[in-house]
């Protein structure tokens, strides 16, 4: 088989590991080639092509090519590929492309398919998943062709929203198992959120948890974040932090290296509110770690049906409405979902949203993980001060006693690594990527996505987050 790889850069990060991963797995049977908007900071080991046309359209970054024709830019594409392979490739298989970083790319795709093109569209990340302002607001997702996810949540909204089972994939990521090598023992005692902080990584939970750790036991977040949304929430993390005096670390990856610090750790915890596949909860096993912390169901459901043990993570963390300005939050709340329903088109009754408000708070509490780092500053202060407040949220999550240990916490790791690397190892990758491959070359597919049933699925008010959706200090 002959496969291009197309997408909008090659920069260090989540989408370029899979990239090489896949060209990894398929060196044996298929010859491969990257197209890129722009030059990688490394070479990769097969021939790559860079297309400015097709990288990022964002002013701070865009090239003088991201503005031509978008059938000039396809015309680019066929050429490189070409180049390569006089008769064309078998499969364009194109990472993220219903982000809208470059927004003429739905008109690229459609130009490609005009000159015979079999598209595999490979999605990363949903644009009605949180990130309004990379919504292709104008444009129709690329029809006629096959699309594959990285999680059985999303290969069933897939369904709900158009796409036929021929013509839609399941390619759960691959899994490097992590290696320690022998490195110094850290003297602090510490937990350890190996996470560049940015919001949706739901920092303040992790902090509150620190407020229940065993004394003399500390909260170590490992990076900062590196973009402006997320630089001013964090600042204000550090400045609370300092200002309670509460056991937390951050950046610790600047004063030891990771590889001390997994092996130093009492436990990893995740707090995340929302992940697209979930490293988080498979890695930590595989380096002997034991995970404490938040379970995503919708994400956790699919590690559990191949044998993980998760069931001592937590759901929801429950805490109190009367802990935080409760008015305020719920005018904020209310003003953000209808804002947001908005930009896709959507509208989003008041009926609809106050129903939802009623079933999040039926006991009197929310999860913690649905307020904003200011309510959840104000919730933290009154745990801090309250030791009424402290009891009530201890009893209420009884999961939070056990960050650094549960009772069979040896077998579990072992048990856990043990599934992880055989569900998620190189092998079991390869299988599924060729497989998926013969399908898009033997099945024409004739589909289209319904994008407004699609932002549906993603916008329910009663697991409608400020953290995932807010712009912070937007009151």
Known sequence: ???????????????????????????????????????????????????????????????????????????????????????????????????????????????????????????????????????????????????????????????????????????????????????????????????????????????????????????????????????????????????????????ASGRYGFNDLIQSAESIITTSITEGFGFAFLEPWTAGQMLAGRRLPDICRDFENNGLRLDHLYDGLRVPLNAFEENRFFEKWTSCIQNNAKRYGVRMDGRTIRSAYQQMTKDRCIDFGLLEEPFQQQVISRICSEKKVYEKILHDNPAIRNLTDIPDRDERVSENRAAVISNYGQSTYQKSLSAIYQKVLQTDVRQRIDKKRLALEFLHPEAFSLLKWSEYGLY
């Open 1 to 251: 088989m002959k496969i291009a790889f197309l997408h909008y850069h090659l920069k260090p990060g989540g989408v370029s590991r899979v990239i090489c991963q896949q060209l990894a797995a398929l060196c044996q049977q298929a010859e491969g080639l990257v197209l890129t908007g722009a030059a990688p900071r490394r070479p990769l080991a097969v021939t790559t092509r860079v297309i400015p046309g097709i990288g990022y359209d964002a002013p701070e970054e865009a090239s003088k090519n991201t503005e031509e024709p978008p059938r000039l830019t396809a015309e680019r594409i066929v050429r490189a590929i070409a180049e390569k392979w006089p008769d064309g490739c078998d499969i364009l298989h194109v990472h993220n492309p219903l982000l809208a970083k470059n927004r003429r790319l739905p008109r690229i795709l459609s130009h490609l398919q005009s000159h015979g093109m079999r598209l595999l569209l490979q999605v990363h990340d949903f644009a009605e998943d949180g990130r309004p302002g990379a919504y292709y607001a104008e444009d129709a997702y690329p029809e006629n062709c096959h699309y594959c996810v990285i999680n059985s949540r999303d290969y069933k909204i897939l369904g709900r929203a158009g796409l036929d089972k021929n013509g839609r994939h399941l390619l759960p990521n691959m899994i490097e198992p992590f290696h320690p090598s022998p490195g110094r023992r850290i003297d602090h005692r510490f937990v350890l959120y190996p996470v560049r902080a940015i919001r949706r990584k739901n920092i303040g939970e992790a902090i509150l948890l620190s407020c229940f750790l065993a004394p003399q036991t500390w909260l170590a977040i490992t990076l900062p974040p590196n973009s402006p949304r997320d630089w001013t929430p964090y600042k204000s993390w550090q400045t609370f932090v300092e200002n309670n005096r509460l056991p937390v670390i951050f950046e």
